[in-house]
């Protein structure tokens, strides 16, 4: 194969560790959805996914996606893959899903847009199970729960739009070439289809946690009048003393309805 020399801007970190690829592999949910990949990169990941089942991949490297194309002819041809050249987040941007029907994103995804494109996931009605390689920080932010010191509103959001959140497998940085200057983590994030959570809500949340050392009550005064915030944190049986990750997801919503109602 063609030396190619991983780009930077692109996020590019090719995982090279055959044990943790097959690892992923064998945590997929046993769903009957098809597979969206983002950044096949070199294809290790991929030659695995489409041994399994079809496959969609989004890459948005030229280079990458002219070796790709060569490398996974048969494939192509037999429409067991599909390679997409481009990024992303534009086809979400367009308004547009993944995947005509159920899939299932399975990634090593590019760190520099990962939460971007987990929250992308989360809006997409036919996005069902989210099984991505991120930065390990990330990952316990996504998989945080309450009382937890990540708890933040990345933990909020995935609490209620999720049925299982897990971290599956912690990858170290020589697992990959090159090498990240982080640790990884491979999470799994099972979407409840029910729930959905709103703009406006992701802006509360921000107010909730702009300084998550300081009391929720505190950070609550500086958008909302005091005397509406006193009264909904003692109707919510809250603790005056309370900080942003002690207080549950379920509450949030409450308190979110309660101020803007
Ligand atoms: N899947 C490969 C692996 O596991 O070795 C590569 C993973 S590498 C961390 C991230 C991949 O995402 C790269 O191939 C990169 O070019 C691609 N990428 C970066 N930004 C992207 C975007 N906006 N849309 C689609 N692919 C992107």
Redesign the pocket.
């Known amino acids: 194969m063609l030396e190619i020399k991983a780009k930077k801007k692109?996020?590019?970190?090719?995982?090279k560790d055959e044990s943790v690829l097959i690892k992923i592999i064998e945590s997929m949910p046993k769903s009957k959805n098809h597979i969206v990949e983002?950044?096949?990169?070199?294809g290790?990941?991929t030659k695995k996914l489409v041994k399994y089942k079809d496959v969609t991949a989004?890459?948005?490297?030229r280079d990458?996606f002219a070796i790709l194309r060569v490398d996974f002819s048969k494939e192509i041809e037999s429409k067991r893959l599909d390679l997409v050249l481009t990024?992303?987040?534009k086809v979400w941007e367009d308004g547009d899903s993944l995947y005509e029907s159920k899939y299932d994103l399975v990634?090593?995804?590019?760190y520099y847009?990962a939460t971007n494109i987990i929250f992308k996931a989360f809006e997409d009605d036919n996005c069902e199970n989210i099984i991505v390689m991120v930065q390990k920080e990330v990952a316990d932010k996504f998989v945080a729960s309450c009382k937890d010191k990540e708890f933040s509103s990345l933990g909020v959001i995935s609490t209620l739009l999720c049925k299982e959140r897990e971290i599956l497998i912690e990858v170290p940085p020589t697992s990959f070439n090159p090498p990240p200057k982080v640790d990884s983590s491979v999470i799994l994030l099972r979407k409840d289809m029910n729930n959905s959570v709103s703009e406006e809500f992701k802006t509360f949340l921000k107010v909730v946690f702009t300084q998550p050392r300081k009391t929720l009550v505190k950070n609550l005064l500086a958008r909302y009048e005091k005397k509406i915030v006193v009264e909904v944190i003692k109707e919510l049986n809250i603790k005056d003393l309370a900080r942003p990750h002690e207080v549950e997801a379920s509450l949030y919503s409450q308190i979110f309805s309660k101020l803007t109602n």
């Open positions: 692109f996020g590019q970190n090719f995982l983002i950044g096949p990169g070199l290790d990941l989004y890459e948005v490297d990458l990024d992303v987040l990634a090593n995804l590019p847009i």
